[in-house]
């Protein structure tokens, strides 16, 4: 996956009600606006509950670094 700028990430989940999962991380990026790449960037992210932005920008971060298996 291509690297997304995190700070496009962090905007589209602002006012994000956490926990949450992946798919109503996607909708409320959409909803807020967010490119196509962010919102590519969260679904390629591992399923599960988010608690917060900084477990999602890890997920986002793992998935994006190609030295990560």
């Known amino acids: 996956m291509a690297v997304v ?4 990430v962090e905007d589209a989940l602002t006012r994000f009600p ?8 996607q909708d409320h990026a959409r909803r807020t606006g967010a490119g196509d790449d962010v ?3 969260l679904g390629a992210i591992p ?4 608690r917060s932005s900084a ?15």
């Open 47 to 50: 399923s599960g509950v988010y």
């Open 55 to 69: 477990e999602v920008m890890r997920a986002v971060a793992d998935d994006s670094d190609p030295d990560v298996p």
């Open 39 to 41: 919102v590519a960037a």
């Open 18 to 25: 956490y926990p949450g999962r992946r798919e109503q991380l």
């Open 5 to 8: 700028d995190p700070i496009r």
